[in-house]
């Protein structure tokens, strides 16, 4: 399962699972070093890896909608 970084709040961090939506809250220190609120993790036999390449996926995918988001705006 993929699940996304929400937000991390002192040793908790909030992860939503990127295919239902569902929050769940983990631990930090069960998490590898290098997360931060938007990282990527792959759970896998209860271990947590980060997936660098799908994060920076999103990322520009965000990107490009807010890029066409302020392009219709100045439309109007």
């Not at 769940?24 to 290098?34: A, D, M, Q, S």
């Not at 931060?36 to 909608?65: C, F, M, P, Q």
């Amino acid at each position: 399962m993929k699940y996304a970084v929400d937000r991390i709040i002192e040793d908790i961090v909030v992860l939503e699972n990127i295919e239902t939506g569902e929050l769940v809250e983990i631990k930090k220190y069960e998490l590898p070093n290098e997360v931060h609120e938007g990282s990527i993790l792959v759970k896998k036999d209860d271990v947590y890896t980060l997936d660098v390449n799908t994060e920076k996926e999103r990322r520009e995918s965000l990107r490009e909608r807010l890029e066409r988001l302020k392009n219709l705006k100045n439309k109007d």
